[in-house]
């Protein structure tokens, strides 16, 4: 899935299952996600913290919020991408993820880029 907002930042994000980090036994599964920002804009931004809503299939949410993203606060001059790979459980085997990206472009104006809802699945769990 991808968006772009109306500050020309465009977040995509792919998400898969990891069958041999979970424990299907125990109600634990394991997911990672590739998050590829790109700054379609007129001038440089950086990406200052995140915030994640992360809602199972029964409705239970986590809230993830932190600094950066995978220990880095990656700048993004106009044209650039930024691609991490990170990761989250879920108690069930279906959920959500979604949120924003506090950015502040070269000015120290700072606005949020809607990071588009994807879903985390154990294969031929959805149809």
Do not use: C
């Amino acid at each position: 899935m991808a968006n772009q907002n109306q500050n020309d930042i465009k977040i995509s994000a792919n998400a898969f299952y990891l069958p041999d980090q979970s424990d299907e036994d125990n109600d634990q599964y394991v997911f990672a996600y590739t998050i590829k920002i790109t700054n379609l804009g007129a001038t440089a931004v950086k990406l200052i913290s995140r915030h994640w809503i992360i809602t199972d299939s029964e409705g239970k949410v986590q809230e993830v919020r932190g600094v950066g993203v995978v220990g880095e606060q990656p700048e993004l001059k106009p044209g650039e991408s930024f691609e991490y790979t990170s990761g989250s459980s879920l108690e069930t085997s279906v959920g959500t993820m979604r949120g924003t990206y506090q950015m502040q472009r070269a000015d120290g104006s700072r606005f949020d880029a809607t990071i588009p809802e994807f879903t985390l699945s154990v294969p031929r769990v959805l149809h």
